[in-house]
């Protein structure tokens, strides 16, 4: 039980994250990117494919935007 509450946590304050890092750097920001990237993983590890799928490609959508797609993180 404590560790789904501490999930949770997680997702709320990565939600956080996100917003303020779109907020404050743009959507298209690299490291508004790697917020999409970490809440990629979280997602992963708990189960929610398909939402951390959409922060995977939300995440290389941005980087191509800002890094142009023959870079090497992108």
Known sequence: LLQLE????????????????????????PDTAAAHMNAAMLNQEVGRVAEGLKHLEAALERNQLALGPEHAQV
């Open 6 to 29: 501490q999930v949770h946590a997680s997702q709320k304050h990565m939600q956080r994250a996100l917003y303020l890092f779109e907020l404050i750097a743009g959507p298209n920001h």
